[in-house]
């Protein structure tokens, strides 16, 4: 399946590694030439402002959505195809949530894992069947990666659920697999916990 539009997550800070910059902008520059919108939390600096700034100099669209008590200018870009203002972060997740048909995760801190275990954990729920990707460019969430096998050697996330988390080592790997996803949660355990919820 193609998708029109993604949403990025990834840090504010461009890490000390500068390959993560210019990989957020080769990134970016893909999404802008297969025609894919990309929405992210609106910033203008680290590997969210490279793969905005490199996407919108190659004729892509890009829309952030951010909170209000950020600065526009100090933190927020100003140049972006549409900037969508909210009250708090969880207003922001949400939209974002509701407006990609994909999510992407790159390398990034608290922030960045917040909105990635938001995003699996709602679609281990069923409240969206949306690929969700985690980058693991120069093996940053390598580590990541392992907590998740030990999660579910132990018991703590059955196998179909760790099976939703899409995971690519390269950018033809990362868009290949976006296009080709299928949820693989398990109807009848949705089911299940929507019978004994109600």
């Given at each position: 399946?193609?998708?029109?539009?993604?949403?990025?997550?990834?840090?504010?800070?461009?890490?000390?590694?500068?390959?993560?910059?210019?990989?957020?902008?080769?990134?970016?520059?893909?999404?802008?030439?297969?025609?894919?919108?990309?929405?992210?939390?609106?910033?203008?600096?680290?590997?969210?402002?490279?793969?905005?700034?490199?996407?919108?100099?190659e004729g892509g669209k890009v829309i952030g959505v951010a909170p209000r008590f950020f600065k526009e200018g100090a933190v927020?870009?100003?140049?972006?195809?549409?900037?969508?203002?909210?009250?708090?972060?969880?207003?922001?997740?949400?939209?974002?949530?509701?407006?990609?048909?994909?999510?992407?995760?790159?390398?990034?801190?608290?922030?960045?894992?917040?909105?990635?275990?938001?995003?699996?954990?709602?679609?281990?729920?069923?409240?969206?069947?949306?690929p969700v990707a985690v980058y693991n460019y120069l093996g940053f969430y390598d580590h990541l990666l392992k907590q998740l096998?030990?999660?579910?050697?132990?018991?703590?996330?059955?196998?179909?659920?760790?099976?939703?988390?899409?995971?690519?080592?390269?950018?033809?790997?990362?868009?290949?697999?976006?296009?080709?996803?299928?949820?693989?949660?398990?109807?009848?355990?949705?089911?299940?916990?929507?019978?004994?919820?109600?």
């Amino acid at each position: 399946m193609k998708h029109e539009s993604l949403a990025l997550y990834c840090g504010s800070s461009a890490g000390k590694n500068p390959a993560y910059a210019k990989e957020a902008r080769k990134f970016g520059r893909l999404c802008a030439k297969r025609g894919i919108t990309i929405y992210y939390g609106g910033g203008s600096i680290g590997l969210m402002g490279a793969a905005a700034e490199a996407s919108l100099e190659e004729g892509g669209k890009v829309i952030g959505v951010a909170p209000r008590f950020f600065k526009e200018g100090a933190v927020l870009a100003t140049n972006l195809t549409e900037m969508i203002i909210v009250d708090s972060m969880s207003e922001r997740k949400q939209l974002l949530e509701e407006k990609a048909d994909a999510f992407v995760v790159f390398p990034g801190g608290y922030g960045t894992m917040d909105e990635l275990f938001e995003m699996i954990t709602d679609a281990q729920l069923g409240l969206h069947s949306k690929p969700v990707a985690v980058y693991n460019y120069l093996g940053f969430y390598d580590h990541l990666l392992k907590q998740l096998d030990k999660f579910m050697e132990e018991g703590f996330l059955r196998p179909f659920h760790h099976s939703l988390l899409v995971t690519a080592n390269d950018l033809d790997e990362l868009f290949r697999k976006l296009e080709n996803y299928e949820n693989s949660n398990d109807r009848s355990w949705l089911d299940k916990i929507k019978h004994q919820t109600k």
